[in-house]
């Protein structure tokens, strides 16, 4: 036990706003986090390192993709990241060389290796979304985020683990493995995009998309010491994105540096067709201004508002964690931020309301795999019970109790109690965000309450599960951007395990979040986490 005077907790809750700075001046002291101990190397792009030795034909692009593939192979009887690896990896690298052999112009993304979780259509490949309904199924078209990466060059290695549509926080939900974190392999990577984490961690690609309902990009990209990033809802197109509860599922982004994540984000955004929701507005080059030297030398971030939600720094949460966020908050303070407390008083009304409005949009999404219209068929004598076999067999637990407290709460009697009353709920968070966010410019709080915990060990207590969600679901309830990044260790057993902060934006300024995210992992002298599993390949 810490005391309270060593406790950052303690201080920041007993210590009035103006007094933050101290805290967490204080609450850095206390931490073991920001000295990167184990396995960083310096905080590289490695989409920018990849291109340029393919443009000045130092390498070729058939040779990073095997020695991407190589990586994969060894690490994948392990991790158990992939359900499907691509065949046609090394065959579109060719293509690329024959661009450059040819001084043809390549996309943005040439050559890079990009991981995308189950449940985003690929054509070339099956889409199972984690679920034996969907077993075999391979879509007749690519989800636009995907099509905008091909066209710009990059090259789809594989499909990635997830829990069952999205629906869990662990990846054990998936039909088919469960996935190991590559800092400890007895801990879980988070979930549900916990495949397309683990990958990044692990290197068995450059970076990955993943899906965020309630914070499925940004817990495991906390667990796996990698860079996570929800963008704003509207700003990626979810055409092609197997839906789970459509008000609240982005497709975002996973990297090992913010400058990878940024270049990521820019090639799968903007407006489509197909998607009525997706928005209209320009797309920033959100990472140009990084390469320029002059960036971190002008003081770019004095001034910037940052606000620690106080409803966050809480009892339920490891003081280990606290720690790490505190020493970042600390570390953004030192940058020239102006950090202080700020409450967001319907906080904590997140959680239920969130797992209200997802199972009920989810029971009326879901009920698409019937065995006739979608989903694998089961035969039986009378149409009913083709249904109802169909979908017994198809859908996993968590799925079907999901379903269920869906359809209860959007039943005639209790509608007005749960689904009307969680309604009522998200438009105060959306409000309590807007006003926190007119008088900060970021709003930083923990990505999750615990580092990666072991496999099994919440698998049969679902509360306990959907508790470690309360810090990322409010944020899809109001819709906005959150980037998480590594910010420190905590020793495990036998390793340390990565710890992430999380950084939510206005809606649409992705850019802001980029940017601070940027200087904040400079700064820091490299925070590219590299696990024990792969860092021979990395030598700092
Ligand atoms: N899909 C998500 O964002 C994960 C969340 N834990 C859920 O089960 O709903």
Redesign the pocket.
């Known amino acids: 036990m810490l005391s309270s005077v060593q406790n950052p907790r303690f201080l920041l809750l007993h210590l009035p706003p103006k007094h933050l700075h101290f805290a967490t001046t204080k609450a850095i002291h206390t931490s073991q986090t920001l000295a990167l101990s184990p396995s960083t190397s310096p905080s590289v792009s490695q989409i920018l390192t990849l291109r340029h030795s393919l443009l000045s034909r130092r390498s070729t692009a058939v040779e990073l993709a095997e020695a991407y593939l190589a990586r994969l192979r060894r690490t994948e009887p392990q991790l158990k990241s992939f359900l499907h690896v691509s065949e046609n990896a090394l065959k579109e690298a060719a293509e690329i060389d024959r661009r450059i052999e040819r001084n043809e112009a390549v996309g943005p993304m040439a050559g890079v290796l990009v991981a995308v979780k189950d449940n985003i259509c690929t054509a070339d490949m099956p889409s199972t979304a984690g679920s034996r309904a969907l077993e075999g199924y391979r879509p007749p078209f690519d989800a636009t985020a995907v099509r905008k990466l091909r066209e710009s060059g990059a090259i789809v290695i594989g499909k990635t683990n997830l ?1 069952e549509f ?4 662990t990846t054990e939900g998936s039909a088919y493995q469960v996935t190991a974190n590559p800092w400890d392999l007895s801990r879980v990577p988070g ?2 995009s916990g495949g397309s984490a683990a990958a990044v961690s692990a290197r068995q690609c450059v970076v990955s998309l993943g ?7 940004r ?1 495991p990209a906390s667990f796996c010491g990698v860079v996570g990033l929800k963008p704003t809802y509207g700003r990626v197109s979810r055409y092609g994105l197997v839906a ?2 459509s008000s ?2 982005v497709i975002g982004c996973f990297g090992s540096s913010v400058t990878d994540t940024g270049i990521l984000l820019h090639a799968i955004s903007g407006h489509d067709r197909f998607d009525a929701t997706s928005s209209k507005r320009q797309v920033p080059a959100f990472t140009s201004q990084f390469i320029s030297k002059d960036l971190l030398e002008s003081k770019p971030l004095k001034g910037l508002r940052v606000g620690i939600i106080r409803e966050t720094i809480d009892d339920g949460v490891d003081p280990d964690v606290i720690s790490s966020v505190c020493g970042a908050a600390c570390h953004l303070e030192a940058l020239g931020c102006i950090v202080t407390e700020v409450s967001l008083p319907s906080f904590s009304l997140g959680l239920p309301a ?2 209200i409005l ?1 199972s009920s949009e989810s029971s009326s999404n879901l009920s698409r795999y019937d065995g006739v219209r979608y989903g694998n068929q089961v035969v039986a004598g009378e149409l009913n019970s083709l249904y109802g076999n169909s979908r017994a067999k198809g859908f996993g637990s968590e799925v079907k109790m999901r379903i269920l407290m869906g359809t209860y709460a959007l039943s005639a009697g209790y509608y007005d109690a749960y689904y009307k009353r969680a309604q009522q709920v998200r438009t105060l968070i959306q409000k309590s965000f807007k006003e926190a966010l007119d008088n900060n410019d970021v709003l930083i709080s923990p990505a999750a309450p615990s580092v990666a915990y072991k496999i099994g060990e919440k698998k049969n207590d679902p509360l306990a ?2 508790a ?2 309360i810090m ?2 409010n944020v ?1 309830l109001a819709g906005l951007p959150a980037l998480v990044l590594p910010c420190g260790f905590v020793e495990g057993e036998s390793t340390s395990l990565p710890v992430g902060f999380q950084m939510i934006g206005a809606a649409f300024d992705e850019e802001k979040l980029l940017k601070v995210g940027h200087i904040f992992e400079q700064t820091l002298q490299g925070c590219n986490f590299v696990p024990p599993l792969v860092a021979d390949d990395f030598p700092c």
């Open positions: 829990d999205g629906m869990g926080s979930g549900s899906s965020d309902t309630g914070g499925s990009v817990q789970y509860a609240l599922d969130y797992y997802a599960m959907y470690g969600d990322t679901v899809n």
